[in-house]
T-cell receptor, first 112, second 112 residues
Framework: DGGITQSPKYLFRKEGQNVTLSCEQN?????MYWYRQDPGQGLRLIYY???????QKGDIAEGYSVSREKKESFPLTVTSAQKNPTAFYLCASSPTQDQPQHFGDGTRLSIL | GENVEQHPSTLSVQEGDSAVIKCTYS??????FPWYKQELGKRPQLIID?????GEKKDQRIAVTLNKTAKHFSLHITETQPEDSAVYFC???????????FGKGTRLSVIA
């Protein structure tokens, strides 16, 4: 779905470094989400936002932060407090939280 | 909160046979149940969904059934083809402002 763009596709983090993953959508969706995907663990919700300037913690928010200053953008920062950040990160959006989600292509984060 | 269990974690079938993946959920108030397909290295894509006021929904070779009393729902794929090989995720959501909760996924392999 070309309406959701995640960048970069691959990202490497040094120990003690914060990194920010970008997620942009041009679908005019109100709701946006960040998931972490590990082998055998499915999709685990990190943060979600139902509307601009508002967001809530998901199941595994520790070590992560987000902002939602614009409707089309929902960046995720992986902080140095996240001790095991190596994973595949997926961003999604939906018109409202009650409607189907559309996913981006993901960002694979690795530790150097 | 909601909890979704998905079985089996891996499934191998011969081309042309049927495949069935089952999910159970814990919150009887859940009312929306989507299924996503994720091919290797790609984004999850919605393939079918069902709401709690419907017991079954079909789309060509794919069908989903819902048993609200038993709190389980299943994905049925008939006449499987090699391109059906992927990881399939079920999810459930309680009505209101709660986000989707995903199962851990089923890796389906269709053997030609």
């Amino acid at each position: 779905d070309g309406g959701i763009t995640q960048s970069p596709k691959y990202l490497f983090r040094k120990e003690g470094q914060n990194v920010t993953l970008s997620c942009e959508q041009n679908l005019n969706h109100d709701a946006m989400y960040w998931y972490r995907q590990d082998p055998g663990q499915g999709l685990r919700l990190i943060y979600y936002s139902q509307i601009v300037n508002d967001f809530q913690k998901g199941d595994i928010a520790e070590g992560y932060s987000v902002s939602r200053e614009k409707k089309e953008s929902f960046p995720l920062t992986v902080t140095s407090a996240q001790k095991n950040p190596t994973a595949f990160y997926l961003c999604a959006s939906s018109p409202t939280q009650d409607q189907p989600q559309h996913f981006g292509d993901g960002t694979r984060l690795s530790i150097l | 909160g909601e909890n979704v269990e998905q079985h089996p974690s891996t499934l191998s079938v011969q081309e042309g046979d049927s495949a069935v993946i089952k999910c159970t959920y814990s919150d009887s108030a859940s009312n929306y149940f989507p299924w996503y397909k994720q091919e290797l290295g790609k984004r999850p894509q919605l393939i079918i969904d069902i709401r709690s006021n419907v017991g079954e929904k079909k789309d060509q070779r794919i069908a989903v059934t819902l048993n609200k009393t038993a709190k389980h729902f299943s994905l049925h794929i008939t006449e499987t083809q090699p391109e059906d090989s992927a990881v399939y995720f079920c999810a459930a959501r309680v009505s209101g402002n709660t986000p989707l909760v995903f199962g851990k996924g089923t890796r389906l392999s269709v053997i030609a």
